[in-house]
């Protein structure tokens, strides 16, 4: 992309400096890129975990769907699960009866279906509180829940959805019994939305949507059609669902009555609880941290690891993220004064300036 | 032809009549002050105006066209922005980020979900003009909520200035400024450029009469008095019902 410098404008100085601060503003920071480093590292790292780590991935993506309405839009939901079901049993459902083969176009359409419903149901949390948005998410994704419960003949009830043959992906790569190909599958599928759902947050939609977020009356008289824009990321997040449960599908060859469960819309508001919202990441590193937590916590009390989560998760509501996170910057801040300090014995002609920066 | 105008407007909120058949009209280019005391009615013929509201009765034309059931945004895109008494700011924005955010909406680019915010250099000459003539250039990256009272009422105006309105509704602009600020946010107000039509509501005298061309006087809901400034200030009900209560208080 091409830019013009606004050379024309009165004060070439300040222009600079806000063109510079814009472009500056959606680059990608060095820590992202370690990030996904690591993520890609981890298949060559973890050979032995691939299968909590698609877990993961599967929990990421869905928890990052959540974040879109949550933390950018304000809008509180306990029925993703509704999307990720939904679009869970259509993949499920076109691979068992050889309507689509190939995964990755079903994984696409099954996005656009839950999308689709997404939009549909959207116009049902526009109105209201926290408290009614709770409920109707809620609803509906039990609804769903007992209509796949009802007409079993389709969904095989409550045993499941059996017989679901997934083809290879792209035709070459079938998914094995130690979860590889899977987890390689459901990583790059992460990153791809990722990259979207950043895209989009740092666009000026995005940025329309914190407006909204913010103060919806000054939204509205600066000129954004409000409605519009929440129905608009409600349908992108229920798409991002989607896709997450058909991964689950694909990955499983399985679809059960529980991808609609209460308990899977739950553990989404935990994971972002744990990891934070309206950065993007919080879905990803809180996914990480409750898979692993409950898988470190389930080997060592297999019984009563609800009870050691359900703890953690009182800690950090009470102790709060942001005195965590300032505790960090200040072992950060200590760090670097103590590198300071080291640096003024070494290099006794630097003293003098050391010491002003200490007196500041 | 009046580029704002209302026609018989009326609110009634239960028993109580808020905006009684108000005909309001007012000029292409006019320094228009609405004035009137505590509970005139006077923020309620805003909200009428700029569609929070919905009027029990009358109409509202802007530029010849009726906007009565216009909703608030589509007000704004036909080219009438308001300020708010009390500041409804993007808290968690900086005001680079917030004015920009306005132009883009303008621009039509505000659904437009893949581009960079900035990457236009359009945008970024524009955020230049703003900033400059609201004074924000040297907050303009800190966080709204940590900004000055005086600079966040600025910002307020400068919000819906970024909309470029033919029309800018000022809701007691100065109003909890300290005298310290106040200096420099009545000369922004005061440089506002001469092709923008301003609606001023305001309980200032001083500001009232030293920037207004046209003054109304709202009263118990209803237009008092509609007339120049040294008519106004000479009326004497004027004086009984308004200036007068002023000095009472």
Same mark, same amino acid.
């Given at each position: 992309?091409?830019?013009?410098?606004?050379?024309?404008?009165?004060?070439?100085?300040? %222009?600079?400096?806000?063109?510079?601060?814009?472009?500056?503003?959606?680059?990608?920071?060095?820590?992202?890129? %370690?990030?996904?480093?690591?993520?890609?590292?981890?298949?060559?790292?973890?050979?032995?975990?691939? &299968?909590?780590?698609?877990?993961?991935?599967?929990?990421?993506?869905?928890?990052?769907?959540?974040?879109?309405?949550?933390?950018?839009?304000?809008?509180?939901?306990?029925?993703?699960?509704?999307?990720?079901?939904?679009?869970? $049993?259509?993949? #499920?459902?076109?691979?068992?009866?050889?309507?689509?083969?190939?995964?990755?176009?079903?994984?696409?359409?099954?996005?656009?279906?839950?999308?689709?419903?997404?939009?549909?149901?959207?116009?049902?949390?526009?109105?209201?509180?926290?408290?009614?948005?709770?409920?109707?998410?809620?609803?509906?994704?039990?609804? &769903?829940?007992?209509?796949?419960?009802?007409? %079993?003949?389709?969904?095989?009830?409550?045993?499941?959805?059996?017989?679901?043959?997934?083809?290879?992906?792209?035709?070459?790569?079938?998914?094995?019994?130690?979860?590889?190909?899977?987890?390689?599958?459901? &990583?790059?599928?992460?990153?791809?939305? /990722?990259?979207?759902?950043?895209?989009?947050? $740092?666009?000026? /939609?995005?940025?329309?949507?914190?407006?909204?977020?913010?103060?919806?009356? *000054?939204?509205?008289?600066?000129?954004?059609?409000?409605?519009?824009?929440?129905?608009?990321?409600?349908?992108?997040?229920?798409?991002?669902?989607?896709?997450? #449960?058909?991964?689950?599908?694909?990955?499983?060859? /399985?679809?059960?009555?529980?991808?609609?469960?209460?308990?899977?819309?739950?553990?989404?508001?935990?994971?972002?609880?744990?990891?934070?919202?309206?950065?993007?990441?919080?879905?990803?590193?809180?996914?990480?941290? $409750?898979?692993?937590?409950?898988?470190?916590?389930?080997?060592?009390?297999?019984?009563?690891?609800?009870?050691?989560? #359900?703890?953690?998760?009182?800690?950090?509501?009470?102790?709060? *993220?942001?005195?965590?996170?300032?505790?960090?910057?200040? %072992?950060?801040?200590?760090?670097? *004064?103590?590198?300071?300090? &080291?640096?003024?014995?070494?290099?006794? *002609?630097?003293?003098?300036?050391?010491?002003?920066?200490?007196?500041? | 032809?009046?580029?704002?105008?209302?026609?018989?407007?009326?609110?009634?909120?239960?028993?109580?009549?808020?905006?009684?058949?108000?005909?309001?009209?007012?000029?292409?280019?006019?320094?228009?002050?609405?004035?009137?005391?505590?509970?005139?009615?006077?923020?309620?013929?805003?909200?009428?105006?700029?569609?929070?509201?919905?009027?029990?009765?009358?109409?509202?034309?802007?530029?010849?066209?009726?906007?009565?059931?216009?909703?608030?945004?589509?007000?704004?895109?036909?080219?009438?922005?308001?300020?708010?008494?009390?500041?409804?700011?993007?808290?968690?924005?900086?005001?680079?980020?917030?004015?920009?955010?306005?132009?883009?909406?303008?621009?039509?680019?505000?659904?437009?979900?893949?581009?960079?915010?900035?990457?236009?250099?359009?945008?970024?000459? @524009?955020?230049?003009?703003?900033? @400059?003539?609201?004074?924000?250039?040297?907050?303009?990256?800190?966080?709204?909520?940590?900004?000055?009272?005086?600079?966040?009422?600025?910002?307020?105006?400068?919000?819906?200035?970024?909309?470029?309105?033919?029309?800018?509704?000022?809701?007691?602009?100065?109003?909890?400024?300290? @005298?310290?600020?106040?200096?420099?946010?009545?000369?922004?107000?005061?440089?506002?450029?001469?092709?923008?039509?301003?609606?001023?509501?305001?309980?200032?005298?001083?500001?009232?009469?030293?920037?207004?061309?046209?003054?109304?006087?709202?009263?118990?809901?209803?237009?008092?008095?509609?007339?120049?400034? @040294?008519?106004?200030?000479?009326?004497?009900?004027?004086?009984?019902?308004?200036?007068?209560?002023?000095?009472?208080?």
């Amino acid at each position: 992309m091409a830019e013009t410098p606004a050379a024309a404008s009165p004060t070439p100085v300040l %222009a600079d400096d806000i063109a510079a601060y814009l472009r500056r503003r959606a680059r990608w920071s060095p820590l992202e890129i %370690a990030f996904w480093i690591f993520a890609f590292a981890s298949i060559w790292l973890f050979p032995d975990k691939y &299968l909590i780590l698609k877990d993961t991935a599967i929990l990421a993506l869905f928890a990052l769907s959540l974040d879109l309405i949550l933390g950018y839009a304000g809008i509180i939901s306990l029925g993703q699960a509704a999307f990720f079901g939904v679009a869970g $049993y259509f993949s #499920g459902l076109v691979a068992k009866y050889g309507l689509i083969n190939e995964p990755v176009i079903a994984l696409v359409c099954s996005g656009l279906v839950a999308a689709a419903f997404g939009f549909v149901t959207s116009f049902l949390v526009l109105r209201g509180s926290d408290l009614t948005r709770l409920m109707v998410t809620l609803g509906v994704s039990l609804m &769903l829940g007992e209509v796949a419960n009802r007409y %079993a003949n389709i969904t095989g009830g409550a045993d499941g959805l059996q017989g679901v043959d997934i083809a290879p992906v792209l035709g070459r790569w079938s998914f094995d019994l130690y979860g590889h190909n899977g987890y390689v599958y459901c &990583l790059i599928v992460l990153f791809v939305c /990722f990259v979207i759902a950043r895209r989009i947050v $740092y666009s000026p /939609f995005g940025l329309s949507l914190r407006s909204v977020k913010g103060n919806p009356l *000054r939204a509205a008289a600066i000129g954004i059609p409000v409605k519009w824009r929440l129905v608009a990321i409600y349908t992108i997040a229920a798409g991002f669902a989607g896709i997450a #449960g058909a991964l689950l599908t694909q990955t499983t060859a /399985f679809c059960s009555l529980d991808v609609f469960s209460l308990e899977r819309s739950a553990d989404l508001l935990l994971v972002l609880i744990i990891g934070g919202t309206g950065y993007l990441y919080g879905g990803l590193i809180g996914a990480v941290i $409750y898979k692993f937590l409950q898988d470190w916590i389930a080997t060592l009390t297999p019984q009563y690891w609800q009870f050691w989560i #359900g703890l953690v998760l009182v800690v950090i509501v009470l102790v709060g *993220r942001e005195r965590v996170e300032g505790a960090i910057a200040a %072992a950060r801040g200590f760090l670097a *004064r103590l590198g300071d300090r &080291l640096w003024t014995r070494i290099r006794p *002609r630097s003293a003098a300036l050391g010491g002003a920066t200490d007196g500041r | 032809m009046p580029i704002l105008e209302t026609i018989g407007l009326e609110k009634r909120f239960g028993g109580i009549l808020a905006a009684a058949n108000v005909n309001l009209s007012v000029e292409k280019g006019a320094r228009h002050a609405l004035i009137g005391p505590n509970g005139a009615g006077k923020t309620t013929v805003i909200n009428l105006l700029t569609g929070v509201l919905k009027p029990t009765a009358g109409r509202i034309m802007l530029e010849g066209r009726d906007i009565t059931d216009a909703a608030p945004h589509q007000r704004v895109r036909l080219g009438m922005a308001r300020t708010f008494q009390i500041n409804q700011l993007f808290l968690d924005l900086t005001p680079l980020e917030s004015i920009g955010l306005v132009i883009s909406e303008r621009l039509g680019t505000g659904a437009d979900w893949w581009r960079v915010v900035g990457s236009m250099s359009a945008v970024t000459g @524009e955020i230049v003009e703003i900033v @400059e003539r609201f004074r924000l250039a040297d907050v303009m990256h800190e966080r709204t909520a940590t900004l000055p009272y005086g600079k966040q009422r600025l910002l307020e105006i400068a919000l819906a200035f970024a909309c470029r309105p033919h029309v800018l509704l000022l809701d007691e602009p100065a109003a909890g400024v300290p @005298e310290a600020e106040r200096h420099e946010l009545l000369a922004t107000i005061e440089a506002l450029p001469a092709e923008v039509t301003v609606l001023l509501i305001e309980h200032d005298m001083d500001l009232v009469f030293s920037f207004a061309d046209r003054i109304s006087v709202l009263v118990n809901g209803a237009l008092f008095v509609d007339g120049a400034p @040294e008519d106004v200030a000479r009326d004497p009900r004027v004086k009984a019902v308004y200036l007068g209560e002023e000095l009472d208080a």
